[in-house]
């Protein structure tokens, strides 16, 4: 072989390392293929490996895909839609995704309903979740956004990259926080009294099936207090599930909740749940509520809860299920002692498992404690603040909301001066 030969020869195989070696970032958007509308909270994720997002109000997502995963499949997913698989071996770099998905049949089949006793199955699914779910130590990479507003007016923004350290489902130790990275800024002018802050212990909670006996209608009490239905069997994501409703028991106090969840048919995992406060429980605010746990009073004000909603998502990591998101949606009546600050705070949280790994053994040491607030590590960023990382893409300009807030900050210290 001639030196020319050898240098075209190496010159060749350097590209190709290069392309196996480096990262594909990669964006789009996921539509109806009847409407022609974006699909809102679709997963797009590389298929049972963890690395994953969701799309925006719009259908519009970004995702980093590792160098490692270039010969797996990306999965395309969302409740009522027939499950995409595309090979991200036929992906470019930097490419713009447009993708259809079709309308799936999730008619509930009611066939020999009445056979179904939801309670035997929700107490098999509590007890197989030491089979179902990982049962050994694993980290898995968060990414959250927490916006508060009050109609046109923002009142605070939050975000923030963190590592969680699971010692296993059904295992009795205590997990452990990493903060990577967080940003957060407060409306001092309007929200005054008030301030909504993580923390590593509300983070942990959100996880329901690895923190049962917070989840007010699937620990001991909750399980009578509440009356459990199957309504039938639907095609979720691609799983064939029990769909399961659920309300509060007359007389069972304010303490209750109404939703739904799916458990899947065939392994009796918990995969989905969307719940939120009973009526009654909307008039018990109180510390088993999302946004409460969230909330630091920081001035004499009364709140009153109008709405609660949360849905709680798994994924299918190898051939066992993990934490997939969280979502969150209150609406708090704020009033102040003088009654010259009254408004409702909404409240919008977005909670997504960016990355899982399965093949970390070692602990990490947090610097954070259990009930320290997030928002006071926050670390300096601007619009390129998160380039290195998963992160959900917001249905509003971001960085428009954070220059907003720092505006008005800016002004009110000026007047007070």
Known sequence: MNNTRRVLFAFLLLLLACRVSAQINISGKITNSKTGRGINRAGVSINRKGVGTSTNNAGMFALIIPAANHADTLKISCIGYKTKLLPIAGLKAGGQLNILLDKSNTELKEVTIAYYDALKIIQKAITRIPVNYINHRHILRGFYRMYTYNSAVPLQLSEAVFDVYNFGYGDKHADIFRLLKARNEKNDRDFTSLEFGQKPNSIFEQDIINHLYACEFLNDAGLTKHKFEVKGIVDFKGYQAYQIDFKEKPGSGERTYRGRMFVDAKTYAFIYFDFGLSPAGLKDFSSGVFAERSLMRTGNVDIGLQTDNAKVSYQEVGNKWVLSGVEGDDALA????????????????????????????????????????????????????????????????????????????????????
């Open 334 to 417: 704020v009033k102040s002692a003088d009654q010259k600050h009254d408004y409702v705070a909404h409240v919008k949280f977005n909670y997504q498992i960016t990355a899982v790994d399965t093949t970390q053994k070692e602990s990490f040491d947090s610097k954070i404690g259990r009930n320290d607030n997030i928002n006071a590590y926050k670390s300096n960023g601007d619009e390129k603040f998160w380039k290195d990382y998963n992160i959900l893409l917001s249905d509003y300009n971001v960085e428009d909301i954070f220059t907003q807030l720092k505006d008005i900050n800016k002004t009110n210290k000026a007047k007070a001066k």
